[in-house]
Each structure stands twice: as structure tokens, then as C-alpha cells.
């Protein structure tokens, strides 16, 4: 069986036709992967470096009192012998800004620290020992989208 030089043709544009779609679909499925791969490297980066801008506060306690070093330069602090009540306030503000804080009210001052400080942990640990610190609190709070507050402790009259 012998195929028209025409209808040869018309298969060969007919295949090349579909060799640059194959193309164009190949180079998408390649800048998918790799963009992929750069939000999943990026993601990872921020987990072991901590949230930002939360993680560039920077809790520091100590037996008399508890202080929080700002990314500005300002320290926040209160004593445990002055602190009257612990807050978490939240905010409808994130994901992609800071939108739980630690307030630490004092007679004297204060403290607004953000969720994902640099030493947060401890100061939870440290929180949790207070007499009477409400750990439900705690859960409903993180549970929390919306503006609210949450009193977690507060210093017996």
C-alpha cells in the first residue's frame, strides 16, 4: 500500500503539532515541581528558623521577673512579685501576621509578647506553675479566630 505524499505530510505536521503541545505540557508539570519544591524548601527554612517576625522577640526570665527584648530595641518586663493577671488575646489579623499574644499585666507595666518567641516555651512552663493557671484557657485560646481574650491566671485578693 503506497500513502499519498500529501497525507504524509499532514501526519508529520499533525505529529509535530502534537509533540509542542507535549512540550508546553511537560514545561509546566517542570515549573510546577520546581516552584513546589521552593515553597516546601522555604516552609522548611521558617520551621527551623521559627515564625516570623514572632521568633525575633526574645523572652528572657529570670526568679525576679520576666522580660521581652522587641525586634525594635524596647524591652517589655514585669516582676513575678508584681504580675496581677495573664491574658492571651487573639486576633482575626492572621495567619500572616502575629495574632496571639501573652499579656502579662503588672501594677507597674507589662508585657505583650507573641505566640512563636524566641524562649516562649519556658515562659508557658514558668506561667503553668503559677497557683490556680488555667491550662483550658490556654487550649480555647489556640482553638481562637476571632478578637478575644482569655484570662488564664489572675493574682488572689
Not at 24 to 52: F, N
Not at 88 to 103: H, N
Amino acid at each position: 500500500m503506497v500513502i499519498p505524499l500529501a497525507e504524509t505530510q499532514n501526519r508529520s505536521a499533525a505529529f509535530e503539532c502534537f509533540m509542542q503541545i507535549e512540550s508546553v505540557y511537560i514545561a509546566i508539570i517542570a515549573v510546577g515541581l520546581i516552584v513546589g519544591l521552593a515553597l516546601i524548601w522555604q516552609r522548611r527554612k521558617t520551621i527551623r528558623r521559627g515564625l516570623e517576625p514572632e521568633s525575633r522577640f526574645i523572652v528572657r526570665i529570670s526568679d525576679i521577673e520576666v522580660a521581652c527584648e522587641r525586634p525594635d530595641g524596647k524591652t517589655e518586663r514585669v516582676g513575678w512579685n508584681d504580675l496581677q493577671r495573664v491574658e492571651i488575646l487573639t486576633t482575626s489579623e492572621g495567619p500572616m501576621v502575629p495574632d496571639v499574644f501573652w499579656l502579662l499585666h503588672g501594677t507597674n507595666g507589662g508585657c505583650a509578647i507573641p505566640q512563636g518567641a524566641t524562649g516562649e516555651r519556658a515562659l508557658l512552663e514558668r506561667l503553668q506553675a503559677l497557683p490556680g493557671f488555667d491550662n483550658g484557657q490556654v487550649i480555647e485560646a489556640m482553638g481562637s479566630t476571632s478578637d478575644r481574650r482569655f484570662l488564664c491566671w489572675q493574682r488572689p485578693v
